[in-house]
């Protein structure tokens, strides 16, 4: 900032220390905990299964699932690539799948925070953000900073895009037109074209700057391009070839077939993301961001403007595109919890700035305790909640039946008692057998067996009631253990009717 503009000294507070005062507030929400929770059903298991099968069977090209190659999640696989690594020198489990993605939630702000700082000389704008982007329910979330899904990583990928193209703009050093595209890359190898949805806003953003023309004149500039085209075109044409067929499963699960028609039933209303904010992701801080966007742009400090409109133009092109898809999942927001945060931090970097200056206080001793009071009465209600949810994470009861069978199985791999030889789980099951396979190599003889093929002697598991139904329906039993909508079943007969 200028000097005219109340700053907290540096005298006073050392330059390390809101360096610490980051990596204490965020180890918490971050890391805490994180292999409590059993794995989720869809995406995170799905991952785990393919990180699983690739330390096993060492393809690194393609992703497989239940020993085929996945034509379902079709994303490319540099996520995988990390979480097998994670796999192989943490062993397979829930820590090592979901640590990639909080080592990736942590470098976003700690980017965020060393960006605020030598860019726009705010350290304290950029500890506000990151407060603000901890304490946030749709960044810490079980789909994001905390899961084993591709989205934290894609938001780093696209966040640091985005600030390396910001720093070209206003510095003109065409090394960061080079990290631009080097980032966008590893976005796309993360979670194919989601990664250039802030392309459009920036764009703008450049016109806007008059820097659009300066863009095309850079050498740097096709130097990127022509990086961007041999890395990600190398791994779909590799891909192509290995596994035919693949390129038409990307076209109809990630471009045309997700964006104009809702795929799976998730079709939501236009403003779905907006609610979303509004009353669970974003509650604490949504009433923050309008002001923020007045503040910035009206504020006489260049440089906050010029990162103010940065942020307006991407959050809002983002939005709109999104919210203009067929197919609307609540994790889909994910990139704008950064750019939300930095809009947000703004007026309460200006209240903190003002309870330091002299025109807010005469005493000395005021404006040492005002800042203090007012960051820690802003942050304590948000910071105690989501620390209430990360430190002692819990299911929501309407997850509770969901889950019964993986909390066993979850507790089973840590030498709790396994008193079953069969799973009977008719639906999706990529969450149970993760265990089931762990187990198998543990020794333990627990295997996936169809409802209407077990045998007297077997203890079978089963949650789901029209299984249960089935198992009651055609066999003689013992329940030898219940809890929540588990059952474990002692078959001691079949039906006579049974086939």
């Known amino acids: 900032m200028t000097d005219q503009t109340p700053t907290l000294p540096a005298a006073q507070y050392p330059r390390w220390l809101v360096p610490v005062l980051f990596v204490l507030t965020a180890i918490w929400p971050l890391f805490m905990h994180l292999d409590t929770l059993p794995l989720r059903v869809w995406d995170e298991a799905r991952q785990a299964i393919s990180a699983l099968e690739m330390l096993r069977d060492g393809d690194w090209l393609v992703a497989h699932f239940y020993g085929q190659p996945d ?248 939005l709109y595109v999104i919210s203009s898809a067929g197919t609307k999942l609540e994790w889909y927001s994910a990139p704008l919890f950064p750019v939300l945060c930095g809009l947000a931090a703004i007026p309460v970097h200006v209240l903190l700035q003002w309870t330091f200056s002299e025109q807010w206080s005469a005493s000395f001793v005021a404006r040492r305790v005002l800042p203090w009071l007012l960051l820690f009465f802003v942050f304590l209600q948000p910071y105690t909640a989501i620390i209430g949810r990360t430190y002692f994470p819990k299911e929501y009861p309407w997850d509770e039946d969901v889950f019964a069978a993986s909390y066993y199985l979850h507790n089973a791999l840590r030498g709790g008692p396994l008193e ?31 409802k209407l093929d077990l045998k007297p002697g077997m203890r079978a598991m089963a949650i789901e009631p029209f299984v249960k139904e089935s198992i009651e329906h055609h066999y003689d039993y013992k329940i030898l253990y219940e809890n929540h909508s588990l059952r474990i079943y002692e078959i001691t007969g079949i039906h006579e009717a049974t086939p």
């Open 71 to 318: 034509m379902w999640s079709t994303k490319p696989p540099l996520l995988i690539w990390i979480q097998t690594t994670f796999f192989a020198i943490l062993g397979p489990g829930e820590l090592a799948l979901r640590l990639p993605s909080a080592i990736a939630a942590f470098l976003t702000g700690w980017f965020l925070l060393r960006f605020t700082t030598k860019q726009l000389n705010s350290p304290w704008l950029g500890l506000i953000a990151c407060l603000m982007l901890y304490t946030s329910d749709g960044f810490i979330h079980m789909h994001v900073a905390r899961s084993g899904d591709y989205d934290a990583l894609l938001v780093l990928f696209m966040s640091t895009s985005a600030w390396a193209l910001f720093r070209w703009s206003v510095d003109g050093r065409p090394r960061d037109l080079l990290w631009f595209f080097v980032l966008i890359t590893f976005g796309v190898l993360t979670k194919s074209v989601q990664a250039l949805l802030f392309v459009p806003g920036l764009g703008i953003f450049l016109l806007l700057q008059k820097r659009a023309l300066a863009f095309f004149m850079e050498r740097k500039t096709y130097i990127g391009m022509g990086i961007f085209l041999l890395v990600v075109g190398a791994f779909y044409l590799l891909r192509e070839s290995a596994n035919p067929g693949y390129l038409k499963a990307v076209w109809e699960n990630e471009l045309g077939g997700r964006y104009g028609t809702s795929i799976e039933g998730h079709e939501e209303p236009w403003n779905f993301y907006i609610r979303m904010l509004i009353d669970h992701h974003f509650t604490w801080w949504w009433m923050l961001v309008p002001i923020g966007m007045v503040v910035g742009l009206a504020h006489r400090e260049e440089r906050l403007r010029q990162w103010t409109l940065l942020l307006v133009c991407i959050g809002s092109t983002y």
């Open 420 to 450: 079953v030889d069969a799973l009977c789980h008719d639906s999706y099951n990529a969450h149970l057998m993760f265990y089931v396979k762990l187990l198998n190599e543990q020794g333990k003889d627990i295997k996936s067996v169809s």
